[in-house]
Protein backbone atom coordinates (compact mmCIF):
# COMPACT_ATOMS: atom_id res chain seq x y z
CA UNK A 1 0.00 0.00 0.00
CA UNK A 2 1.71 3.15 -1.13
CA UNK A 3 2.39 5.90 1.70
CA UNK A 4 0.35 9.10 1.86
CA UNK A 5 3.57 10.68 0.64
CA UNK A 6 4.04 8.42 -1.61
CA UNK A 7 -0.06 9.21 -3.21
CA UNK A 8 0.67 13.24 -3.18
CA UNK A 9 3.96 12.88 -5.29
CA UNK A 10 2.25 10.89 -7.62
CA UNK A 11 -0.81 13.16 -7.82
CA UNK A 12 1.23 15.80 -7.96
CA UNK A 13 3.62 14.20 -11.17
CA UNK A 14 0.10 12.99 -12.52
CA UNK A 15 -3.22 14.26 -11.24
CA UNK A 16 -5.69 15.30 -13.77
CA UNK A 17 -6.67 18.01 -12.08
CA UNK A 18 -3.25 19.54 -12.12
CA UNK A 19 -2.55 19.64 -15.81
CA UNK A 20 -2.77 22.80 -16.47
CA UNK A 21 -0.81 24.40 -13.07
CA UNK A 22 1.59 22.06 -14.21
CA UNK A 23 2.12 23.30 -17.60
CA UNK A 24 2.39 26.63 -16.19
CA UNK A 25 5.06 25.74 -13.90
CA UNK A 26 6.71 23.85 -16.23
CA UNK A 27 7.15 27.72 -18.61
CA UNK A 28 8.40 28.96 -15.60
CA UNK A 29 11.08 26.46 -14.72
CA UNK A 30 11.37 27.11 -18.60
CA UNK A 31 12.15 30.59 -18.40
CA UNK A 32 14.64 29.76 -15.00
CA UNK A 33 17.18 27.94 -16.68
CA UNK A 34 19.53 30.31 -17.19
CA UNK A 35 19.97 31.33 -13.90
CA UNK A 36 19.89 27.63 -12.69
CA UNK A 37 22.63 26.59 -14.11
CA UNK A 38 24.61 29.84 -13.45
CA UNK A 39 24.35 29.27 -9.47
CA UNK A 40 24.71 25.24 -9.93
CA UNK A 41 27.68 24.45 -11.92
CA UNK A 42 26.58 21.64 -15.01
CA UNK A 43 28.97 18.53 -14.80
CA UNK A 44 31.26 17.84 -17.88
CA UNK A 45 29.50 15.04 -20.34
CA UNK A 46 30.97 14.09 -23.38
CA UNK A 47 28.96 13.52 -26.89
CA UNK A 48 26.99 10.79 -27.99
CA UNK A 49 29.46 10.11 -30.70
CA UNK A 50 32.07 10.17 -28.14
CA UNK A 51 30.26 8.15 -25.75
CA UNK A 52 30.11 5.39 -28.50
CA UNK A 53 33.86 5.82 -29.26
CA UNK A 54 34.71 4.89 -26.05
CA UNK A 55 32.77 2.26 -25.23
CA UNK A 56 33.83 0.64 -28.50
CA UNK A 57 37.23 1.21 -28.45
CA UNK A 58 37.87 0.91 -24.50
CA UNK A 59 35.35 -2.20 -24.90
CA UNK A 60 33.92 -0.49 -21.40
CA UNK A 61 30.39 -0.40 -19.60
CA UNK A 62 28.12 2.18 -19.44
CA UNK A 63 25.10 3.16 -16.55
CA UNK A 64 23.09 5.46 -18.33
CA UNK A 65 20.76 8.20 -15.93
CA UNK A 66 17.73 9.87 -17.73
CA UNK A 67 15.38 11.57 -16.16
CA UNK A 68 13.06 8.95 -14.81
CA UNK A 69 16.26 7.86 -12.86
CA UNK A 70 16.81 11.83 -11.59
CA UNK A 71 13.12 12.07 -10.12
CA UNK A 72 13.55 8.58 -8.49
CA UNK A 73 16.59 9.64 -6.54
CA UNK A 74 15.57 13.29 -5.64
CA UNK A 75 11.38 12.75 -5.72
CA UNK A 76 11.55 8.72 -4.71
CA UNK A 77 8.66 9.05 -7.24
CA UNK A 78 7.78 5.29 -8.32
CA UNK A 79 7.75 4.92 -12.28
CA UNK A 80 5.45 3.47 -14.11
CA UNK A 81 7.80 -0.05 -14.59
CA UNK A 82 9.52 0.43 -11.28
CA UNK A 83 8.13 1.59 -7.83
CA UNK A 84 10.21 3.00 -5.59
CA UNK A 85 13.15 1.12 -3.33
CA UNK A 86 15.28 2.60 -1.10
CA UNK A 87 17.56 0.29 -1.83
CA UNK A 88 18.07 0.93 -5.68
CA UNK A 89 18.22 4.42 -5.19
CA UNK A 90 20.66 4.37 -2.96
CA UNK A 91 22.51 2.02 -5.42
CA UNK A 92 22.17 4.63 -8.10
CA UNK A 93 23.52 7.19 -6.01
CA UNK A 94 26.61 5.04 -5.29
CA UNK A 95 26.83 4.48 -9.05
CA UNK A 96 26.55 8.29 -10.24
CA UNK A 97 29.91 8.29 -8.11
CA UNK A 98 31.54 5.71 -8.53
CA UNK A 99 35.03 5.37 -10.18
CA UNK A 100 34.97 1.74 -11.44
CA UNK A 101 37.45 0.38 -13.70
CA UNK A 102 35.86 -0.11 -17.00
CA UNK A 103 32.90 2.10 -16.57
CA UNK A 104 31.62 4.52 -17.25
CA UNK A 105 28.40 6.92 -16.14
CA UNK A 106 26.01 8.66 -18.80
CA UNK A 107 24.03 11.64 -18.12
CA UNK A 108 20.96 13.34 -20.28
CA UNK A 109 22.36 14.71 -23.33
CA UNK A 110 20.50 17.89 -22.58
CA UNK A 111 22.34 18.73 -19.48
CA UNK A 112 25.69 19.04 -22.18
CA UNK A 113 23.74 21.20 -24.99
CA UNK A 114 19.96 21.50 -25.92
CA UNK A 115 20.57 23.01 -29.75
CA UNK A 116 20.58 20.01 -31.57
CA UNK A 117 16.50 19.19 -30.46
CA UNK A 118 13.45 20.38 -31.58
CA UNK A 119 11.86 22.86 -29.43
CA UNK A 120 9.49 20.68 -27.44
CA UNK A 121 12.41 18.31 -26.49
CA UNK A 122 14.51 21.82 -26.11
CA UNK A 123 11.41 22.36 -23.53
CA UNK A 124 11.33 19.35 -21.62
CA UNK A 125 15.04 19.54 -20.72
CA UNK A 126 15.73 23.47 -19.62
CA UNK A 127 12.09 22.88 -17.13
CA UNK A 128 13.32 19.51 -15.97
CA UNK A 129 16.85 20.81 -15.47
CA UNK A 130 15.34 24.02 -13.77
CA UNK A 131 13.39 22.02 -11.36
CA UNK A 132 15.31 18.65 -10.53
CA UNK A 133 19.31 19.38 -11.01
CA UNK A 134 19.55 22.06 -7.75
CA UNK A 135 18.90 19.00 -5.68
CA UNK A 136 20.31 16.33 -7.72
CA UNK A 137 23.84 18.00 -8.36
CA UNK A 138 25.07 17.22 -4.48
CA UNK A 139 25.03 13.54 -5.93
CA UNK A 140 27.31 13.89 -8.74
CA UNK A 141 31.16 14.53 -8.76
CA UNK A 142 31.94 17.53 -10.21
CA UNK A 143 35.42 16.89 -10.88
CA UNK A 144 34.35 13.55 -12.93
CA UNK A 145 33.83 13.12 -16.69
CA UNK A 146 30.42 12.07 -17.69
CA UNK A 147 29.20 10.09 -20.52
CA UNK A 148 26.41 10.60 -22.51
CA UNK A 149 23.19 8.66 -21.68
CA UNK A 150 21.14 9.45 -25.20
CA UNK A 151 23.48 7.00 -26.98
CA UNK A 152 20.26 4.91 -27.46
CA UNK A 153 18.33 8.23 -28.23
CA UNK A 154 19.46 8.45 -31.49
CA UNK A 155 16.72 9.47 -33.65
CA UNK A 156 13.16 11.01 -32.07
CA UNK A 157 13.60 14.59 -31.49
CA UNK A 158 16.09 16.10 -33.11
CA UNK A 159 16.30 18.88 -35.92
CA UNK A 160 18.55 16.97 -37.68
CA UNK A 161 18.48 13.38 -38.24
CA UNK A 162 20.82 12.71 -40.72
CA UNK A 163 23.12 11.39 -37.98
CA UNK A 164 20.91 8.61 -37.07
CA UNK A 165 21.72 5.83 -39.58
CA UNK A 166 26.06 6.49 -38.45
CA UNK A 167 24.99 6.21 -34.93
CA UNK A 168 23.03 3.31 -35.34
CA UNK A 169 25.72 2.24 -37.70
CA UNK A 170 28.33 3.20 -34.88
CA UNK A 171 26.56 1.27 -31.96
CA UNK A 172 26.32 -2.04 -34.11
CA UNK A 173 29.90 -2.34 -34.64
CA UNK A 174 29.84 -2.84 -30.59
CA UNK A 175 28.75 -6.55 -31.23
CA UNK A 176 29.79 -7.04 -34.16
CA UNK A 177 31.02 -10.86 -34.27
CA UNK A 178 30.72 -11.04 -30.17
CA UNK A 179 28.20 -13.24 -28.33
CA UNK A 180 25.36 -11.53 -26.71
CA UNK A 181 23.70 -12.02 -23.68
CA UNK A 182 20.27 -9.68 -23.22
CA UNK A 183 19.12 -8.84 -20.38
CA UNK A 184 15.76 -7.67 -21.04
CA UNK A 185 12.22 -7.17 -19.99
CA UNK A 186 9.49 -9.90 -21.16
CA UNK A 187 7.53 -7.83 -22.89
CA UNK A 188 10.70 -5.60 -24.33
CA UNK A 189 12.35 -8.01 -27.22
CA UNK A 190 14.90 -6.04 -28.16
CA UNK A 191 16.00 -6.87 -31.82
CA UNK A 192 12.66 -9.13 -32.52
CA UNK A 193 11.55 -8.59 -36.30
CA UNK A 194 14.85 -6.05 -37.39
CA UNK A 195 18.21 -6.06 -37.95
CA UNK A 196 19.83 -4.41 -34.91
CA UNK A 197 21.81 -7.64 -33.73
CA UNK A 198 22.60 -8.83 -36.91
CA UNK A 199 25.96 -8.50 -36.60
CA UNK A 200 26.85 -10.70 -33.57
CA UNK A 201 27.81 -13.81 -33.17
CA UNK A 202 24.34 -14.64 -32.12
CA UNK A 203 21.76 -13.61 -28.98
CA UNK A 204 20.84 -15.35 -25.90
CA UNK A 205 18.20 -14.22 -23.85
CA UNK A 206 17.20 -14.17 -20.14
CA UNK A 207 14.41 -12.21 -19.48
CA UNK A 208 13.06 -10.31 -16.38
CA UNK A 209 9.54 -8.96 -14.80
CA UNK A 210 8.13 -5.60 -17.42
CA UNK A 211 7.44 -4.27 -14.01
CA UNK A 212 9.33 -4.23 -11.10
CA UNK A 213 12.78 -5.72 -12.30
CA UNK A 214 14.74 -5.11 -9.29
CA UNK A 215 12.10 -7.53 -7.44
CA UNK A 216 14.30 -10.30 -9.11
CA UNK A 217 17.66 -8.39 -9.19
CA UNK A 218 19.78 -11.01 -7.56
CA UNK A 219 18.49 -13.80 -9.60
CA UNK A 220 18.95 -11.32 -12.65
CA UNK A 221 22.78 -11.47 -12.04
CA UNK A 222 23.55 -14.86 -10.53
CA UNK A 223 21.76 -16.07 -13.35
CA UNK A 224 23.95 -13.66 -15.75
CA UNK A 225 27.37 -14.32 -14.30
CA UNK A 226 27.00 -18.43 -15.37
CA UNK A 227 28.00 -17.13 -18.12
CA UNK A 228 31.45 -16.32 -20.14
CA UNK A 229 32.89 -12.89 -19.18
CA UNK A 230 33.62 -12.46 -23.06
CA UNK A 231 30.19 -12.06 -23.89
CA UNK A 232 28.75 -8.70 -23.93
CA UNK A 233 25.86 -8.23 -21.64
CA UNK A 234 23.52 -5.81 -22.99
CA UNK A 235 20.27 -4.63 -20.48
CA UNK A 236 17.12 -3.04 -20.85
CA UNK A 237 15.42 -3.18 -17.78
CA UNK A 238 15.14 0.32 -16.53
CA UNK A 239 16.85 1.46 -13.51
CA UNK A 240 17.64 -1.99 -12.31
CA UNK A 241 19.84 -1.97 -15.89
CA UNK A 242 22.34 0.37 -14.26
CA UNK A 243 22.42 -1.63 -10.64
CA UNK A 244 23.10 -4.91 -12.83
CA UNK A 245 25.26 -2.99 -15.40
CA UNK A 246 27.50 -1.61 -12.04
CA UNK A 247 27.44 -5.54 -10.75
CA UNK A 248 28.64 -7.06 -13.89
CA UNK A 249 31.55 -4.77 -14.38
CA UNK A 250 32.52 -5.02 -10.88
CA UNK A 251 32.84 -9.40 -11.99
CA UNK A 252 34.81 -8.27 -15.10
CA UNK A 253 32.38 -8.27 -17.54
CA UNK A 254 31.50 -5.20 -20.37
CA UNK A 255 27.74 -4.68 -19.90
CA UNK A 256 25.84 -1.81 -21.62
CA UNK A 257 22.63 -0.74 -20.20
CA UNK A 258 20.64 -0.30 -23.98
CA UNK A 259 17.63 0.92 -22.74
CA UNK A 260 15.38 2.26 -25.32
CA UNK A 261 17.50 1.70 -28.38
CA UNK A 262 15.32 -0.68 -30.18
CA UNK A 263 12.32 1.24 -30.36
CA UNK A 264 14.00 4.38 -31.43
CA UNK A 265 15.32 1.81 -34.25
CA UNK A 266 12.28 1.04 -35.12
CA UNK A 267 10.62 4.46 -35.43
CA UNK A 268 14.10 5.69 -37.56
CA UNK A 269 13.09 2.21 -39.81
CA UNK A 270 9.26 3.87 -40.10
CA UNK A 271 10.37 7.27 -40.19
CA UNK A 272 8.08 7.82 -37.50
CA UNK A 273 7.23 11.66 -37.05
CA UNK A 274 6.19 11.07 -33.56
CA UNK A 275 6.69 8.20 -30.82
CA UNK A 276 3.91 5.30 -32.08
CA UNK A 277 3.12 2.18 -30.02
CA UNK A 278 5.36 -0.58 -31.48
CA UNK A 279 3.57 -3.97 -32.02
CA UNK A 280 4.72 -6.55 -29.95
CA UNK A 281 6.86 -4.40 -27.83
CA UNK A 282 7.04 -2.86 -24.82
CA UNK A 283 6.85 1.07 -25.77
CA UNK A 284 6.24 2.76 -22.04
CA UNK A 285 6.59 6.94 -23.42
CA UNK A 286 2.95 5.86 -25.87
CA UNK A 287 -0.29 5.74 -24.99
CA UNK A 288 -1.44 1.55 -24.89
CA UNK A 289 2.33 0.58 -25.16
CA UNK A 290 2.32 -1.21 -22.27
CA UNK A 291 -0.35 -3.32 -23.64
CA UNK A 292 1.33 -6.13 -25.39
CA UNK A 293 0.46 -9.07 -27.26
CA UNK A 294 2.27 -12.39 -27.49
CA UNK A 295 5.52 -12.80 -29.10
CA UNK A 296 5.14 -15.41 -32.18
CA UNK A 297 8.71 -14.57 -33.80
CA UNK A 298 10.79 -17.83 -33.72
CA UNK A 299 14.07 -16.53 -33.84
CA UNK A 300 13.23 -14.53 -30.42
CA UNK A 301 11.73 -17.47 -28.64
CA UNK A 302 14.86 -19.86 -29.78
CA UNK A 303 16.97 -17.15 -28.15
CA UNK A 304 15.64 -17.00 -24.31
CA UNK A 305 17.37 -19.47 -22.13
CA UNK A 306 15.49 -18.15 -19.09
CA UNK A 307 12.09 -16.97 -17.83
CA UNK A 308 12.92 -14.75 -14.53
CA UNK A 309 9.61 -13.30 -14.01
Given at each position: ?282 TSEVKGGRNVAEANDVLYNE ?7
Amino acid sequence: MPSLLERINKYLHYGGLLKYPRRLFKYFMYAIYPIVIEIWKIPSIKTIEETLLKIKDKKCSIARFGDGEVLYIVDKLNLPFQVYDERLANKLKIILKAELTGMIVGLPDGYRSIEAYERPIQVFWRSQISFTYPRFQKYLNLEKQYWNANITRLYYGFKDQSNSNRFFDLFRTIWEKRDVLLIEGEKSRLGMGNDLFASANGVERILGPAHNAYSRFDDLLNEGLKHDKRKLVLIALGPTAKALSYEFTRNGYQAIDIGNLDLEYEWYLMGAKERVKIEGKYTSEVKGGRNVAEANDVLYNEQIIKKLF
